[in-house]
């Protein structure tokens, strides 16, 4: 085979999405690179982490799994390539580059060259040849640490096979922290196919979706052949739960010509009107040359991924605490990322300000012992401090398409200063012994106040127009929170702890509306409810719900609507509906209908 064919083809190894080893084509000689980066070194302030403290070895791999290796059996691996990100200001003497079959084996093949910054090509004494037996290969390098170092580069898409961490023998999976794939490259010479298609991405934009919904699929092909893909195919099964069955099937063209090495999105929707069955679903999509031609290798044409289909669907809201204060320069950041996130998404996004230090603060425990600086912010109560970016909260949002396990609605009146709030509960799973507890939020919008304003001037760059502004500058504050009832944690025993899926349950609280000099409303029409959603055992929030209506606070009692007391004896016989129109006790707490009326039971 000549030198022009064997540079031109390489392989991906299909098992799921995220699994996928990316082959970049960036040859020399008659090899291929084996990587998941994208050839690009981040620098410390963008996609590094820091090496754990203390001495001791410290190691990082990529993972090539044993369907990759087998279409490079006889190959030999004669190259490694490491990155060190350019901006680093410690490095070590020294590091040892290897390939292992397993995360702790012995290193079969293996060089120790000094260190610099930068990538650095390493080229092996002793070449590892790929025999195809393998389970899986190992490609790292590591050093001895005697302090904390920071020299861990992260380049491109993140790949659950490139992004592995090792302290002494303990590894750590970095993927989820969406930084990219490790800066390490595998150089593979030898005889390689010579026409591929590929099928290198493939996602859903939910995780779960409801009878009548329809299925949004989006995904990425590539041509690694030498000839042009004209209009590539995509076929595209939707299998039954636990079934190879077949229940809807189809093709898409994507409506482009690919040059060797071109890439292309896709996008397509699957509809579940007909679908009666609830659970995992799988969908199949092959990538295939229009003309009918087969590729060379074709384990790389298709993903299966998994996507659940059921009757109710409740998606999980973002919930973001943020830390600020008007004294803070740097909660502009903060600011803006809450505005921008409700903007783009206003259902399921919720955004909690808690001052501190100024005219606003707030006694609130579960914030107070986790910032040491500002702004910072916490989402969902996972117990990791973010710094408040728009686009770090779009990056989780996108990766939070999480189903939750319950769903939570708010209903609020008030009497006499005091507010009655309601949070109705319905449950997305059949579960025991769980500790769920609710927390209420009195929130208040448009609040006129100084804000510190580092941005003035454009010293630090564009700030969505504050960079425009003075310093300080005066504006108005959303999402200020002005108290938390019960407190913030909630209170073991608000609702049952065991409960089957559909079922619904309530909890009822009343409070006095906050009096105290820094909580004090500054007007009623400006403020909304939060109720979330807590896990007793973890901490975290599970769910949140919002209402923009205090009867009888910031709105009317809306005609037709009486406020009754559920002590009461009257239409007792009657049956009672929520607004969901569900049929519910007679002592059910909140707005409901009843003999065709509304009325807001207490």
């Known amino acids: 085979m000549n030198t022009l064919i064997k540079r031109y083809l390489i392989f991906l190894s299909v098992i799921s999405i995220n699994l996928n080893c990316i082959v970049n084509r960036i040859y020399a000689?008659?090899?291929?690179?084996?990587?998941?980066?994208?050839?690009?070194?981040?620098t410390a302030s963008k996609g590094t982490v820091t090496g754990k403290a203390g001495s001791g070895t410290v190691e990082l791999a990529i993972r090539i799994p044993a369907t990759t290796l087998q279409a490079y059996i006889?190959?030999?691996?004669?190259?490694?390539?490491?990155?060190?990100?350019?901006?680093?200001?410690?490095?070590?003497?020294?590091?040892?580059?290897?390939?292992?079959?397993?995360?702790n084996g012995m290193n079969i093949a293996c060089e120790k060259i000094k260190t610099r910054k930068g990538w650095m090509n390493t080229t092996l004494t002793s070449p590892y040849t790929i025999t195809g037996k393998e389970d899986e290969l190992w490609v790292g390098f590591s050093w001895n640490q005697t302090s904390k170092l920071s020299i861990i580069s992260f380049a491109g898409p993140t790949n659950a096979n490139g992004c592995w961490l090792g302290k002494d023998g303990v590894w750590t999976?970095?993927?989820?922290?969406e930084l990219g794939s490790m800066a390490i490259r595998a150089y593979v010479e030898g005889k390689v196919p010579t026409s591929d298609l590929e099928m290198t991405s493939l996602y859903t934009g939910l995780n779960i979706y409801a009878f009548g919904q329809d299925i949004s699929v989006k995904g990425e092909i590539r041509n690694k052949a030498i000839e042009k893909a004209i209009n590539p195919i995509i076929k595209w099964n939707l299998i039954l739960p636990d079934s190879t069955t077949i229940v809807i099937s189809g093709e898409e063209t994507v409506p482009k010509t690919l040059s060797e090495g071109g890439r292309a999105d896709f996008t397509f929707t699957i509809p579940t009107d007909d679908l009666s069955i609830e659970g995992n679903y799988t969908i199949r999509c092959e990538v295939c040359w229009a003309d009918g031609r087969e590729d060379d290798f074709v384990t790389d044409n298709a993903i299966s991924i998994p996507v659940e289909v059921?009757?109710?669907?409740?998606?999980?809201?973002?919930?973001?605490?943020?830390?600020?204060?008007?004294?803070?320069?740097?909660?502009?950041?903060?600011?803006?990322?809450?505005?921008?996130?409700?903007?783009?998404?206003?259902?399921?996004?919720?955004?909690?300000?808690?001052?501190?230090g100024d005219e606003f603060k707030l006694s609130y425990p579960y914030l107070n012992s986790r910032f040491s600086t500002y702004p910072n912010s916490i989402i969902n109560r996972d117990g990791n401090v973010i710094a408040p970016l728009t686009d770090t909260y779009k990056k989780y949002y996108d990766a939070m398409n999480t189903v939750a396990e319950a769903n939570i609605d708010v209903t609020a009146i008030c009497r006499d200063k005091t507010i009655t709030a309601t949070a109705d509960i319905t449950y997305g799973l059949t579960a025991s012994n769980r500790d769920m507890r609710v927390v209420f939020l009195l929130v208040e919008d448009s609040l006129l106040a100084d804000q510190t304003n580092y941005f003035a001037g454009g010293g630090l760059g564009e700030m969505s127009g504050f960079e425009a502004m003075s310093n300080p500058c005066s504006i108005y504050l959303d999402d200020v929170?002005?108290?938390?009832?019960?407190?913030?944690?909630?209170?073991?025993?608000?609702?049952p702890t065991n409960f089957t899926k559909g079922e619904h349950a309530q909890y009822q609280l009343s409070f006095k509306l906050p009096s105290a000099k820094t909580t004090t409303v500054s007007n009623p029409l400006h403020t909304w409810m939060c109720a979330l959603l807590i896990d007793g055992e973890t901490g975290e929030i599970l769910n949140a719900g919002t209402t923009h209506q205090i009867y009888g606070y910031n709105c009317d009692i809306p005609f037709g609507i009486?406020?009754?007391?559920?002590?009461?004896?009257?239409?007792?016989k009657m049956r009672v509906y929520n607004l969901a129109g569900q049929c519910v006790s007679d002592n059910y707490k909140g707005i409901v209908i009843i003999n065709g009326k509304k009325q807001l039971n207490k």
């Open 74 to 103: 006889s190959n030999q691996i004669t190259k490694i390539y490491t990155g060190i990100p350019l901006n680093v200001t410690a490095l070590p003497d020294s590091i040892t580059v290897w390939v292992r079959e397993s995360q």
């Open 562 to 572: 009486e406020y009754k007391n559920n002590n009461e004896n009257d239409n007792l």
């Open 173 to 177: 999976d970095f993927s989820n922290k």
């Open 481 to 495: 929170v002005r108290g938390a009832w019960p407190d913030t944690y909630g209170t073991k025993g608000n609702l």
């Open 29 to 42: 000689d008659d090899g291929v690179y084996i990587d998941y980066c994208d050839g690009t070194l981040a």
């Open 310 to 356: 059921a009757k109710e669907v409740f998606l999980k809201k973002m919930v973001v605490e943020e830390g600020t204060g008007t004294w803070c320069g740097y909660c502009v950041r903060g600011i803006v990322a809450l505005r921008d996130m409700k903007e783009l998404h206003p259902e399921r996004f919720i955004g909690l300000a808690v001052h501190q």
